[in-house]
């Protein structure tokens, strides 16, 4: 993000109030067409140390993310506008679909390992603010794809084979 943007975006005194509509909109997609949505980070603007926060609109048929939960981050989301399902679980158990409205308030604390993703049925984006604490080092399990994203060293393996302990070891 342009560092320029993120000051012409916050105002005040102590540069802690932004509009989000000023905010650079980035967006992602994958060319299959089943994940797309845009977010505005407000948190970088805004000089945040502790907390990651973003306004995200789902487009409409589209995953927001791969199906993942945190080992260190916690994560809260709250609907804004539009419908959505909350896709979530737990490995070895069966999952479950909840229908979001605006006002649904969504917490994944961390370490419960609560896979979750958000799904747009509709033909309407839908839109939730997205809260979570940064932890530089966390690591991220996506179930679905048996990977694992160890964030502080920056790098995606799969989970399989699993090694022992002493593999590779003289």
Not at 4 to 18: I, L, P
Not at 55 to 77: A, K, N, Q, T, W
Not at 91 to 120: C, M, R, W, Y
């Given at each position: 993000?342009?560092?320029?943007?993120?000051?012409?975006?916050?105002?005040?005194?102590?540069?802690?109030?932004?509009?989000?509509?000023q905010l650079p909109e980035s967006t992602w997609?994958?060319?299959?067409?089943?994940?797309?949505?845009?977010?505005?980070?407000?948190?970088?603007?805004?000089?945040?140390?502790?907390?990651?926060?973003?306004?995200?609109?789902?487009?409409?048929?589209?995953?927001?993310?791969?199906?993942?939960?945190?080992?260190?981050?916690?994560?809260?989301?709250?609907?804004?506008?539009?419908?959505?399902?909350?896709?979530?679980?737990?490995?070895?158990?069966?999952?479950?679909?909840?229908?979001?409205?605006?006002?649904?308030?969504?917490?994944?604390?961390?370490?419960?390992?609560?896979?979750?993703?958000?799904?747009?049925?509709?033909?309407?984006?839908?839109?939730?603010?997205?809260?979570?604490?940064?932890?530089?080092?966390?690591?991220?399990?996506?179930?679905?794809?048996?990977?694992?994203?160890?964030?502080?060293?920056?790098?995606?393996?799969?989970?399989?084979?699993?090694?022992?302990?002493?593999?590779?070891?003289?």
């Open positions: 993000m342009d560092t320029n943007q993120e000051q012409a975006a916050a105002r005040g005194r102590f540069k802690n109030v932004v509009q989000a509509s997609a994958r060319e299959t067409g089943k994940y797309g949505a845009a977010g505005r980070e407000a948190a970088p603007a805004l000089g945040a140390q502790g907390l990651g926060y973003a306004l995200v609109s789902l487009d409409p048929g589209r995953r927001s993310c791969p199906f993942h939960f945190h080992y260190s981050e916690e994560e809260m989301f709250y609907v804004l506008s539009g419908a959505g399902v909350l896709r979530q679980g737990k490995e070895g158990e069966k999952e479950e679909e909840l229908e979001l409205a605006p006002g649904d308030f969504v917490s994944f604390p961390a370490g419960t390992g609560i896979a979750h993703q958000f799904i747009n049925r509709t033909e309407e984006p839908f839109v939730y603010l997205a809260v979570s604490n940064i932890v530089k080092g966390d690591v991220c399990v996506y179930p679905d794809s048996d990977k694992i994203l160890f964030r502080g060293a920056r790098t995606m393996v799969r989970r399989s084979p699993v090694l022992e302990y002493f593999d590779g070891e003289l």
